[in-house]
């Protein structure tokens, strides 16, 4: 009988031992009396050590293959452990007799006699070495990712800049009704186009959870017609019927993100306008409770079977199912349902084979107090009502100077006329070093930098600016960074840059006009102060 159990008992360890090396485990135990290990065959494979001619090492001999920082970490972490009664878990590096690193995971534990004594400690260790190996290459890659799409966000969006903000300019000069009208739709076209570039970015972003939203106050209205009006373009060109019926409770101002709420209108309407062959599309947009609006996106388009209705919001996943002569990366419906959850809401889908489909998206947008709003779309682009307050300067400003660093023309010139109607006197220089040099020469009351520039980029003037300034005891001037950076990057910008504002391209209008009217202020208390 005892032989019997001895033979189970041998399997059982046999089993154990194939398992754990089977699984790249290696399993040791430490006499904590005498210093010596036990291990198993792959505790040796692990730590480079020839198991048949030599034996295991001391503990002491153990220890010293660690890297010292590690080394003094692993005995601080096993010391509290013991003190507390627990077990340990850490990774540390470890340098094989090959010289090899390896990146070690050490889960251990202590026994005890019935008198409370430790007398012995068991675990394993488990080589992770390529699992680190792993981990950085994603992240080299993530990091590169980020990188070219930062990059191909700065080449859009500086042209674009120019675009809306000339657009802008020219929306204050006089234009008949038409014209108006034609220039609503362009400024429109162009946030569209921005947001276009934005799901390219999203998709990185959603990925890390780092989707982020930027809510104002906004005419919901207004943004809504000039959505579908852009959209009816699509419509017109397959000869479907576009139709946006809003609520009359529906509020006309509500806070909340408004490239956004389009980004989510224009691709559930453009995908029912891609997928529907005969018939229309009828937007209903409605208020729904707690401050939520909801917005029903229904077409007579095929339909979708019940069991692709999941699949339609996975990523790279085409509604309709796989059709090579629709266009579409099929990121749209998975990035709008974030969007939509990010805004407090969520989009579902109703559909029959045949008989076209519904997809319902809520949002969050708090009604806002009746009050005019000042620019854009957000009270309507370019209306006669909004000249007085869209970039006006109040009567008898005090003129301030300004040294404009951009090294694109159409860009400088966009911003200098934008200046002037600030009541400022723009100076314009293509590259960092030039700024330098008239910062130093005029001494202006703010310095316009664009982040990449040729010869010294806006980061390097910053800090010699500040440098100067230190040196000489002179007042601090204020200084703007313009960056064609995604929103992303912003946080990091901001660690890198001694400056006061980041504006971000397209070059916002108001968020120009509260700067100038900040530096106003800040030089006129200084004067009062003298």
Known sequence: MAGQHQQALQESEQRFQIATEAAGIGVWELDLETGRFQWNSYMFSIFGIDGVKESEPDYESWKQMLLPEDRQRMERVVRDSARHGEGWELVFRAQRRDGEIRYIRAVGRQLYDCTGVPRKAFGINEDITQK???????????RERREFLAAVSHDLRTPLSALIGLNDLLSETDLDEQQRHYLNLSRTAGETLLARINTILDLSRLEAGKVELFPEPFDLRNYLSEQVALLRTLADRKGLELELVMAEDLPKRVYGD???????????????????DEGGVWINVAPSQQGQIKVSVADTGPGIAPEDQKRVFLAFTQAGGVDKRKEGSGLGLRICRELARLMGGDVVLESTVGHGSVFTFTATLPKTEEQSLEYGWREGAGSSANSATYGSCPDG?????????EDDPTNALMLCELLKGFNCHPVHVENGLDALDQWSRLKPDLLLLDLQ???ADGRTVAYQVRQIEAANSWRRTTVAILTAYPPSELERICEQVDCDQLLHKPIDKLTLQRLIDSV??????????G
Do not use: C, H
């Open 397 to 405: 400003a005090e003129r301030l100077d300004v040294v404009v660093a």
């Open 132 to 142: 680190k190996e792993a981990e950085w290459a994603r992240e080299q890659a993530e």
């Open 258 to 276: 408004a490239t956004r709420l389009g980004q989510v209108i224009y691709n559930l309407t453009s995908n029912a306008i891609k997928f529907t």
């Open 453 to 455: 520039m040729p010869g």
């Open 520 to 529: 106003r202020e800040q030089k006129r208390l200084l004067v009062g102060e």
